[in-house]
């Protein structure tokens, strides 16, 4: 696979270790972070010879501007990833932080999908990896604005995907919906799962295999399969339910 991947949020996490994959696959990679340290030391541990681009691009003008520095490189792959989580109830968590989680986990994802994809269709390839998360497929309780981000993520993916495949486009979307993964998401977040958590490697490697192959939604690991066909017959509101108490036991976990 010799191609050129743009990847968000490459620092640590899924970001970074998706950049790990493509590296391994031969792929020139431009990879962007607020964190100049953690992009060099990434760097420093790839094979190839990757572009580092340090910035925020939280917001719609962030990723513009991201757009306009790449836009002339020929990607051939971007993988939306940037984002993080707030936790807490909604009357009291804090709004600043939760519109800059918004800005960054709708708006950047918005942009950067919207303007790549319509690069990639005038052009006739292209592929694209939203990271969604399980939390998409229900309501969240003490993490709402992160679950509703989450599925905005998760249905524009889908809805895109839908337009494209009934143009008869060869370029395909991709929404990767983890449950829980080992990175620093939960510590950011302030909550620790207390249930076994999958490697980011092993989600990383899973979601570029299945982007390859055109998959819509990717959801790696067999419980998590399972938990998202069993959101789609259970009534929202035991939903919720089961998300609260669940969120409950994380969040005292991580105090």
């Known amino acids: 696979m010799s191609k050129k991947v743009l990847i968000t949020g490459a620092s640590s996490g899924i970001g970074r270790d998706s950049a790990r994959v493509f590296d391994s696959y ?36 962030g990723a513009k501007e991201l757009y306009e520095i790449t836009k002339d490189e020929n990607i051939d792959i971007l993988i939306n990833n940037a984002g993080f989580g707030v936790w ?3 009357t009291k968590t804090d709004l600043d932080r939760e519109i800059d989680m918004i800005k960054l986990n709708i708006e950047t994802m918005h942009t950067l999908f919207k303007l790549f ?20 497929f229900a309501p969240g309780p003490y993490m709402a604005a992160y ?3 989450k599925a ?3 249905r524009l993916t889908q809805s895109a995907a ?38 980011s490697e092993y989600v990383a490697r899973y ?13 790696p690991g067999t419980m998590m399969k399972m938990s998202a066909v069993a959101s789609k017959i259970t009534p ?20």
């Open 162 to 199: 839908f337009e494209l495949a009934e143009s008869g486009s060869p370029v395909t979307v991709s929404a990767l919906c983890p449950g829980p993964v080992d990175t620093e998401f939960n510590k950011v977040a302030g909550v620790h799962f207390s249930t076994a958590s999958l490697s």
């Open 26 to 61: 031969g792929c020139e990679l431009i990879i962007t972070a607020r964190r100049e340290d953690r992009l060099t030391e990434l760097a420093d541990s790839l094979q190839g010879d990757p572009r580092i681009i340090v910035g925020d691009i939280a917001g719609s003008e």
């Open 147 to 149: 679950y509703s981000s």
């Open 117 to 136: 994809l319509c690069d990639f269709k005038r052009r006739g390839s292209g592929k694209i990896l939203n990271v969604a998360s399980m939390a998409g």
């Open 88 to 90: 807490g109830e909604f």
């Open 236 to 255: 929202d509101k035991i939903c919720a339910a089961v998300t609260a108490n669940v969120q409950r036991r994380r969040a005292g976990s991580a105090r």
């Open 207 to 219: 979601a570029v295999t299945q982007m390859v192959k055109g998959k819509t939604v990717i959801i």
């Open 152 to 154: 905005y993520v998760l």
